[in-house]
């Protein structure tokens, strides 16, 4: 009895004690942690960023290199919209960033046209907006402030000369190559561009046979699929330019079924782009004969973009990443041990 009452005043007594403890620093210990969240929020540079879809690696690796530049740490509260390929999704994510009056638009086009009128509202906003990856075509350049991406023609070009060259190592620089091109979305800066590239260095070369090129979306199911109709319609195909890695992973698969082998020692000349991680085992494996780098990194350069307008500084119009050539020669273990995406 004596027991169990001295037990209940040592109960009612740590929990007295813990009260006053409580009431003593619990506020101070509360507001330490948590700040004043409402000062910390208004300070915050709000960005909107539509990204156009995830139909590919390269796509995905460039979400996570926005996702990881606008945090909270880095002063940003990021709104991310992803309109899964389609431009009337992009059309009203970027309509909603201009209800909710962000500071900044970024948003990376599916196509190159039709952007005129929503570009024009954002401006009249007075809302800046960037580009990044690909670009708009419009006529009023005032629509944007700047662009961060890839030179795609330049791309497209270093496809070509590095044809040229191994056609000249081989010894059949004279002889007929058929080739066949596998091209990204339609109408996407990066289809267009890459094309252009490639052809231009084409014409100067009256034994490049282009036998045929189709839009194959830069997915590898549908680079797959229109392989396997390329296959079946041009039994001599000697080269494939595949826009993106993803579609070149479907084509080999279409090859390979077709009982013909690939790449450096293979039937059939491989020219990818991007250099996903995955793609440059295969480079490595000798299955893909060169890739055409594609840098999807492009967090830091908006971040540093958005610094410099904050500062109230100028920009420039176009702002390029950095980009390789890769081959077997130069895919090191530590090149694909650093390789992130
Ligand atoms: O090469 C492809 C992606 O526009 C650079 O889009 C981008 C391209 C990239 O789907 O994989």
Partial sequence: MFRKRSYSLAVIGILLGSIILLMLFGSRL???IEEDPQVE??????V??????????WRTANTESVQNAFTTQNGYFLIFNNARQKQENQ??????????????IIFSPVVETGWETVLQEAKEAGIPVILMDRNVDVEDESLYVTCVGSDFTAEGEKAGH???QELRRRGYAGNDVNIVILMGTEGSSSQIG??????SVA????NWNILDQEFADFTSTRGREVMRGFLRKYPDIDVVVSQNDDMTFGAIEAIRESGRTVGVDGDIVILSFDALRSALEMVAAGDINVDIECNPNQGEYLLRVIDMLEAGGQVERRYYV???VFTIENVTQELLRERTY
């Avoid at 909107?48 to 690696?57: A, H, M, N, T």
């Fill in 30 to 32: 509360f507001t330490d």
């Fill in 48 to 57: 909107g960023v539509s990204q156009l879809g995830s139909e590919s690696g």
């Fill in 162 to 164: 590095w044809l040229e």
């Fill in 194 to 199: 890459r094309t252009a590239g490639f052809a």
């Fill in 91 to 104: 059309l009203k994510a970027i309509r909603s960033f201009i209800s909710q009056r962000v500071d900044y």
């Fill in 41 to 46: 929020e208004e300070k915050r540079i709000v």
């Fill in 322 to 324: 950095e980009e390789d």
């Fill in 203 to 206: 014409a100067e070369h009256k």
